[in-house]
């Protein structure tokens, strides 16, 4: 289902970042650090569901990584500490209003009681203490579980014994993780909400651990004939694809050329056939869910790149499949906006570009007649 609109509150530099319309393909641009790489993580939070697996995997790919003890043996300080970087100015709160909260717009708009689970996430600190219940005469002779507690306010002069944790919620689900056990998420077997099937691709060009499993989904369906496509962007002869085992732990792309008998391995065939595998294995099993893009660009040649947003534009629709992408590129903006105006492909998509005011994100959204018109008269978007 597509995310029709967009707000963002207290998540890194996006104070408050509110989206009306989004299209199926959209693309952010903006210079360095007003939030673009923000934006494809909060969209990710949304889609997984707050998953702690994914949160603490965000803080050790920004370089926060996430510790138990710094020497001062003091767990639960530390954990705050690390999971700070998610929240706006680092500010630790532990009321409603100081929440990370990402959903639709939708949800405001009705009301929480209209829509299911799936329309926010909001996460953020917590004081919670657990109540215990006695003891329940049934066949196995257990007690209840413990119920935690949030304490919204501490009343003056009454000194509560509790403990820090992390809420998250979706909808009307929600679950308090306990920060002091070192990874808390191992812990929690249940599940908040639903999450939706996303691909999240990075700045770097190539990930060969994960192309291979997403090859394997794919292999013997009828989009494997897609991937030949969009190589065949940069090498026409391409035939055939395979993965094989190099090393225990790597796997790599080999191709078959129709001119060729020899078995070439992909890497060594430059950055732009390895960064166009890398896009298109993850847009062909991201079905009915989110397709993620950080600096689309890289290791692309600016002649490849609308050929590969004209490949995107059709498979999205295809498939169900909403794209969210970033660039700093000219190149990659003018490739998007000729895709998008393309009369033969009906194209929906939307350019957004992030700009810095008074230290808060803001966005100019173009349509298609907008960049279009920008493109013709050489107005500078990025």
Same mark, same amino acid.
């Given at each position: 289902?597509?995310?029709?609109?967009?707000?963002?509150?207290?998540?890194?530099?996006?104070?408050?970042?509110?989206?009306?319309?989004?299209?199926?393909?959209?693309?952010?641009?903006?210079?360095?650090?007003?939030?673009?790489?923000?934006?494809?993580?909060?969209?990710?939070?949304?889609?997984?569901?707050?998953?702690?697996?994914?949160?603490?995997?965000?803080?050790?790919?920004?370089?926060?990584?996430?510790?138990?003890?710094?020497?001062?043996?003091?767990?639960?300080?530390?954990? *705050?500490?690390?999971? %700070?970087?998610?929240?706006?100015?680092?500010?630790?709160?532990?009321?409603?209003?100081?929440?990370?909260?990402?959903?639709?717009?939708?949800?405001?708009?009705?009301?929480?009681?209209?829509?299911?689970?799936?329309?926010?996430?909001?996460?953020?600190? *917590?004081?919670?203490?657990?109540?215990?219940?006695?003891?329940?005469?049934?066949?196995?002779?257990?007690?209840?579980?413990?119920?935690?507690?949030?304490?919204?306010?501490?009343?003056?002069?009454?000194?509560?014994?509790?403990?820090?944790?992390?809420?998250?919620?979706?909808?009307?689900?929600?679950? *308090?993780?306990?920060?002091?056990?070192?990874?808390?998420?191992?812990?929690?077997?249940?599940?908040?909400?639903?999450?939706?099937?996303?691909?999240?691709?990075?700045?770097?060009?190539?990930?060969?651990?994960?192309?291979?499993?997403?090859?394997?989904?794919?292999?013997?369906?009828?989009?494997?004939?897609?991937?030949?496509?969009?190589?065949?962007?940069?090498?026409?002869?391409?035939?055939?694809?395979?993965?094989?085992?190099?090393?225990? %732990?790597?796997?790599?792309?080999?191709?078959?050329?129709?001119?060729?008998?020899?078995?070439?391995?992909?890497?060594?065939?430059?950055?732009?056939?390895?960064?166009?595998?890398?896009?298109?294995?993850?847009?062909?099993?991201?079905?009915?869910?989110?397709?993620?893009?950080?600096?689309?660009?890289?290791?692309?040649?600016?002649?490849?790149?609308?050929?590969?947003?004209?490949?995107?534009? %059709?498979?999205?629709?295809?498939?169900?499949?909403?794209?969210?992408?970033?660039?700093?590129?000219?190149?990659?903006?003018?490739?998007?906006?000729?895709?998008?105006?393309?009369?033969?492909?009906?194209?929906?998509?939307?350019?957004?570009?992030?700009?810095?005011?008074?230290? %808060?994100?803001?966005?100019?959204?173009?349509?298609?007649?907008?960049?279009?018109?920008?493109?013709?008269?050489?107005?500078?978007?990025?």
């Amino acid at each position: 289902m597509l995310l029709h609109s967009l707000e963002i509150r207290n998540f890194r530099n996006l104070h408050a970042l509110t989206i009306k319309a989004l299209g199926r393909v959209n693309l952010f641009t903006g210079k360095n650090n007003t939030g673009k790489s923000s934006l494809l993580e909060a969209i990710a939070l949304y889609a997984t569901k707050g998953d702690l697996g994914f949160l603490y995997q965000l803080l050790n790919e920004r370089g926060e990584k996430y510790q138990l003890r710094d020497g001062e043996d003091n767990a639960t300080t530390i954990n *705050v500490k690390a999971l %700070s970087s998610l929240f706006s100015d680092r500010k630790i709160g532990f009321e409603q209003k100081d929440a990370l909260f990402i959903g639709s717009i939708e949800k405001k708009e009705t009301g929480a009681q209209q829509h299911s689970d799936e329309n926010f996430v909001a996460i953020r600190l *917590v004081k919670f203490f657990d109540e215990v219940n006695n003891y329940i005469a049934n066949e196995h002779n257990r007690p209840l579980r413990k119920k935690r507690v949030i304490i919204e306010n501490e009343k003056d002069g009454i000194v509560v014994d509790y403990s820090i944790g992390l809420e998250v919620r979706s909808g009307n689900n929600a679950y *308090v993780f306990h920060l002091d056990n070192e990874q808390p998420y191992k812990y929690f077997s249940g599940t908040i909400g639903t999450p939706t099937n996303i691909q999240f691709i990075r700045t770097r060009i190539i990930d060969r651990a994960l192309n291979g499993k997403l090859w394997d989904n794919i292999t013997l369906s009828e989009k494997e004939s897609y991937v030949i496509e969009a190589l065949r962007i940069i090498e026409p002869d391409v035939e055939r694809i395979a993965f094989v085992e190099e090393s225990s %732990s790597e796997r790599t792309a080999i191709l078959k050329l129709k001119s060729n008998s020899t078995l070439l391995p992909l890497k060594s065939m430059g950055d732009g056939i390895n960064r166009v595998l890398t896009i298109i294995l993850a847009l062909v099993n991201s079905d009915n869910g989110f397709l993620l893009i950080d600096e689309f660009e890289n290791g692309l040649h600016y002649s490849v790149q609308e050929k590969l947003w004209k490949i995107i534009f %059709s498979l999205s629709e295809k498939l169900h499949v909403q794209v969210f992408a970033t660039t700093h590129s000219e190149d990659s903006i003018i490739g998007f906006e000729n895709s998008l105006n393309d009369k033969e492909m009906h194209s929906d998509g939307k350019l957004f570009r992030f700009d810095n005011v008074n230290g %808060s994100a803001q966005l100019v959204e173009f349509n298609a007649v907008e960049l279009r018109i920008a493109s013709t008269e050489n107005i500078e978007i990025r």
